[in-house]
């Protein structure tokens, strides 16, 4: 099993930043890779940013290429996600995910946290 737990959430004002966190425990060796998904009011649940646990491998939405940047301290068990320039259209809860097998980094994931609000205003 493997726990995972985000922080860093919170009320910005577009064009600010914020950064997430996601602490992870129980069988972290076991993972291959860790993701950030967003799910806005009313839609579905989307990706955002993945990155392999030890090669380093990111992955990005369109939607924030450039924006966003995401990283991890292994010795930490850690992930991150800075968020820059941010805008209304990102407010969201912002999930952690862990995924147990190699392949697309935008699918395929074990684990989830229970997630933390972003909330932008223009």
């Known amino acids: 099993q493997v726990q995972l737990v985000e922080s860093g959430g919170g009320l910005a004002q577009a064009g600010d930043s914020l950064r997430l966190s996601c602490a992870a425990s129980?069988?972290?060796?076991?993972?291959?890779?860790m993701g950030w998904f967003r799910q806005a009011a009313g839609k579905e649940r989307e990706f955002v940013a993945a990155?392999?646990?030890?090669?380093?491998?990111?992955a990005y939405a369109d939607s924030v290429k450039g924006r966003f940047t995401i990283s991890r301290d292994n010795a930490k068990n850690t992930m991150y996600l800075q968020m820059n320039s941010l805008k209304p259209e990102d407010t969201a809860i912002y999930y952690c995910a862990a995924s147990l097998r190699l392949g697309d980094l935008s699918r395929g994931y074990d684990y989830w946290g229970q997630g933390t609000q972003v909330t932008v205003s223009s």
């Open positions: 129980g069988r972290t060796f076991s993972i291959y890779g």
């Open positions: 990155i392999r646990r030890i090669a380093g491998l990111t």
